[in-house]
């Protein structure tokens, strides 16, 4: 099964930062990676998906890179109430398909 | 406009059975894979099953196969995960899922989830 880390745990930040959020995999998976959002309560959403395609209706205050083994999301201009939530990425390259343990932005 | 509702949660004694359902609507059913995705509260999200648009090809994680069975029934928009032999550890929130394509893909739109407690 592919392993999926993402880093940090938990990430502090102030309303107007860019933040960055890191998403590995154990093996290449290509460009087969989505990101989602998810708020306490609630769903998960889809945010990116192919490691960079922003899905329609999301901020491009949102962004996603890389490929192979390593990926990005860069949230910048981190709004209240919309951004400060929990981001999961999740490769689907190969199944079992899996997700990454979640990194949560919290306020600082 | 795409709903996902799930229904069939519930509290179930180890070793029992539930048979959660979620009935689908705001767009053509047959013609995406679907996808259950579970979460403990307060845990991360782990993907549990997928299933093609004609229910032909079925995927499970590791944590499943052999208990739990994914099935679609096209007519009725209604997408069915059988759960059987439950443990405690299958506590957790289930999330019926809309692919964008086939079995193997990205989840677009998420259904609101139905708890399912496994306790004596």
């Known amino acids: 099964d592919i392993q999926m880390t993402q880093s940090p745990y938990t990430l502090s930040a102030s309303l107007g930062d860019r933040v960055t959020i890191t998403c590995r995999a154990s093996q290449s998976i290509g460009s087969w990676l989505a990101w989602y959002q998810q708020k306490p309560g609630k769903a998960p959403n889809l945010l990116i998906y192919k490691a960079s395609t922003l899905q329609s209706g999301v901020p491009s205050r949102f962004s996603g890179s890389g490929s192979g083994t390593e990926f990005t999301l860069t949230i910048s201009n981190l709004q209240p109430d919309d951004d400060f939530a929990t981001y999961y990425c999740q490769q689907y390259n190969n199944f079992p398909l899996t997700f990454g343990g979640g990194t949560r932005v919290e306020i600082k | 406009e795409v709903q996902l509702v799930e229904s069939g949660g519930g509290l179930v004694q180890p070793g029992g059975s539930l048979r959660l359902s979620c009935a689908a609507s705001g767009f053509t059913f047959s013609s995406y894979g679907m996808t259950w995705v579970r979460q403990v509260p307060g845990k991360g999200l782990e993907w549990v099953s997928a299933i093609s648009d004609y229910g032909t090809t079925t995927h499970y994680a590791d944590s499943v196969k052999g208990r739990f069975s994914i099935s679609r029934d096209n007519s009725k928009n209604t997408l069915s995960l059988q759960v059987d032999s439950l443990r405690v550890e299958d506590t957790a929130i289930y999330y019926c899922?809309?692919?964008?394509?086939?079995?193997?893909?990205?989840?677009?739109?998420w259904g609101q989830g139905t708890l399912v407690t496994v306790s004596a």
């Open positions: 899922a809309k692919n964008r394509y086939g079995s193997g893909s990205y989840v677009d739109y």
